[in-house]
Structures are given as C-alpha cells and as structure tokens.
C-alpha cells in the first residue's frame, strides 16, 4: 500500500470539509464519496456531521436526519453536541417526527445559550398538539422575552387559556402585551372572551373589529357578533 495515502486521504477530507463551508455543491457528492469509501477514518465522524449540518442548513431536513444518524454524538465536542441535538430536534420537527423531535430538544431547552429559545418554542408547539396545554403554557412563558418568538406566543398563549375556559387570564394577559404579531386573532380571542363572561359592551367593538374573514366564520361567530351587539 501506498504510506502517503493516509496523507492525502486526510488531505481530501479537509478539502471536502473547506469546500463545504464555502457551500460549493459539488462537496456534498466528494465527501459522500470519502466517506464511502473510508468509514472508519478518523475524519470521518466530523465529516458526517458537518454533511448534516450541511443538509440542515440547506433546509433538506431528511438528508439532515439521515447523516445526523451516523455521527457518534459522543466524540464531538460540547458545543458541536449541543448544535448536534437542537439541528436534529429540529429536523424531527420539520418532518412532523415530533415524539423523536421531543427527545433532542428537551437537552437544549434547560440552558439560557442560543438554544433555549427555539428549543422552548417548539416543544410549546409539540405540546399544545399533544394537547398537554399546561406544559405548552409553561414552554411558551420561557419564550415571552425572545425578539423572534416572542411576538408569536400570545396567539397560542390565548388559544391555551380560552381552550381551558379561563376567560379572566385572556383578558388579563391581553392587556399587558404589547409586541403582538397576530393582533386581530388575539383581540377577536379577548373578545370572545369578554363574551363568554356576558360582559357584551366590552365584547361587541372587539368581535366587530376583528371578525375572521368571510369565508372563515362560522355560524356559531355570527350568531356570537349578533349577540353581542
């Protein structure tokens, strides 16, 4: 055997890796080329994660999954493990893989790092479709503060409160929002709930000025907005 060719395959993977960074399409055959041929190559374990994290950020969430699955987790170093669990949660997540999603997201919800809130944000959103509302309530609370997920939570968070009935928190936790990105979904939900506690001269402006659309109420909506007037 050659003895420079433990050299260049070294060499080659490097490159592949280098390539990869500078998203140059044709790395992604290269290295799965390498790593066919030499699985058991030092190199190799990184080299898998890097094509995940590849796949990952090019939103091809399967192919991310799959090459995930190959890495040895625990040969990487602590932060390229916590990138590891939330890349993979997440890509569970995108392909509707929510119970496996759970499992690598819950490890990097706990730490106030750069996961914790898209970790919190979507086990919120796991769990509300699990209907495990009081645990979605206490995922989507840990979001409140974030700048990209904050202005999403109060839709669900009133969603969660109207759903167990507590009309008096959507009316009080409407009120001290101020950064609201569905605005007429949440005020039309207030005022469904000033509704359901027959206070109609609060309710009546709310349910009026931000009806669904037409051909989204329903027959229960209209009869509610008539009621009310």
């Not at 060499?11 to 041929?37: D, T, V």
């Not at 990138?83 to 997540?93: D, I, Q, R, T």
Request: hydrophobic share 30%.
């Amino acid at each position: 055997s050659n003895p420079q060719e433990p050299i260049l395959t070294n060499a080659l993977f490097y490159k592949a890796i280098c390539a990869l960074e500078m998203k140059n399409y044709q790395a992604e055959i290269e290295l799965g080329l390498l790593l066919e041929k030499n699985p058991e190559h030092i190199k190799a374990n990184f080299a898998r994660f890097r094509l995940g994290k590849y796949f990952y950020q090019n939103k091809k969430y399967p192919k991310a999954i799959e090459q995930y699955k190959e890495v040895d987790s625990e040969a990487l170093t602590q932060d390229e493990r916590k990138e590891y669990w939330f890349n993979l949660g997440h890509s569970y997540f995108e392909t509707e893989k929510y119970a496996e999603a759970k499992g690598y997201l819950t490890r990097t919800s706990k730490n106030k790092d750069k996961y914790f809130y898209p970790s919190n944000y979507y086990l919120g959103y796991i769990v509300m479709l699990e209907n495990e509302l009081d645990a979605a309530l206490n995922y989507f609370n840990n979001v409140q503060s974030s700048k990209i997920y904050g202005p999403i939570i109060p839709l669900y968070m009133v969603r969660i409160y109207y759903a167990k009935n507590n009309y008096d928190k959507v009316i009080d936790y409407t009120d001290t929002i101020k950064n609201i990105k569905d605005k007429k979904e949440v005020y039309w939900i207030r005022g469904q709930a000033f509704y359901q506690l027959k206070n109609y001269k609060e309710s009546w402006p709310l349910l009026n000025e931000n009806r669904p659309e037409q051909n989204r109420i329903s027959s229960e909506d209209r009869y509610m907005i008539g009621n009310a007037a």
